[in-house]
Every structure is written in C-alpha cells, then in structure tokens.
C-alpha cells in the first residue's frame, strides 16, 4: 500500500473502533454488566471481520466454520439474559487505592505508551514485521482493558467521579 492508503486505512479503523467504543459504553453506562457486553461485542465483531474477509476474498471460510461462528455469536447472545448482573454498591474508589490496583493500572499506562511509541517507529516496516504486529496489538489490547475497566464505573459512580470516569474513557 501506499503512504496515503495506509493513513487512510488507519483512519478508518480508528473511526470505526471509536465508534464500537463508543457503543461498549453506552451499553455499560445504561447498565450492562462488562462481562456480558464484551463477550457479544467480541463475538459480533468476529461475524463483522468474517463477512468483510469473505467479502474482500481475503480469506475463504468452509461452511463449517461459518456455522461455527455463529454459533459462538448465538451463545454469547445469550449472556445478557443469562450472564451476571453488574454489582450497585462496589466500592470503587477504595479498591483503586490500594497498592496492588495502582501498580496495575500503572503498568498497563506504562505499557500502553511503550506499544503506542514503538507503534509509530515501526508504522513504516511491512505487515508483516514481528514489531509492528505485536506493538499494535499491545495497543489495541491495552487500551481495551483499560477502557472495559474504566466503563465499568459508569453505572456504579455519579457527579464528579462519573465526570472524570468518562473523561478518562
């Protein structure tokens, strides 16, 4: 690809990851429990990045495994009825401050800027370099904890604690 087509592509995924982002906190700030609204945010997103490969003849997929994910998208469908209902009265603050939850949370910051600078020294470098790869999916997946913790308290906190929750997210 060229430069212009892979800014583009960046652009784009960004938008729409925002936009899914966007989507998991509202379904966590109108009371989802994070351990249900993940699971069919995952599995929704496997069906989507299936359709888009089979759509761009990126990838073939067999009929059993088409089936198969569905399968799985049908099953995760099933946790919001099913799945655990998000606790009212975790103490949220307290939890935070304790010394295990600040090493935590400093550790996925830490790590998160890490794979976004070692993200943008290896944007040149092809596909399929081994840094490049690993660096954005760290990102990717750094973030995603860190954002799934944060809408976690949108529900469970109000006023001031809620502002800066959403300020964070």
């Not at 990838?59 to 799945?83: I, P, W, Y």
Request: hydrophobic share 55%; proline share 4%.
């Amino acid at each position: 690809w060229s430069q212009k087509q892979s800014l583009l592509f960046v652009a784009a995924c960004t938008a729409l990851n925002l936009l899914g982002i966007a989507i998991f906190a509202a379904s966590c700030a109108l009371g989802g429990a994070v351990a249900t609204v993940m699971p069919v945010q995952t599995g929704f997103q496997l069906v989507a990045n299936m359709v888009w490969q089979m759509a761009l003849g990126i990838k073939h997929f067999t009929k059993s495994m088409r089936v198969g994910t569905l399968v799985l998208l049908l099953a995760v469908a099933e946790l919001g009825g099913l799945g655990p209902q998000e606790p009212s009265d975790l103490p949220i603050l307290d939890m935070l401050q304790q010394p295990g939850a600040m090493a935590w949370v400093a550790t996925l910051v830490l790590g998160t800027v890490a794979a976004l600078v070692s993200s943008y020294f290896s944007f040149d470098q092809p596909r399929e370099s081994m840094t490049k790869v690993c660096s954005l999916t760290l990102v990717v997946s750094l973030t995603t904890v860190i954002g799934s913790s944060i809408s976690k308290c949108f529900g469970l906190v109000s006023g001031g604690a809620l502002v800066a929750a959403v300020g964070l997210y």
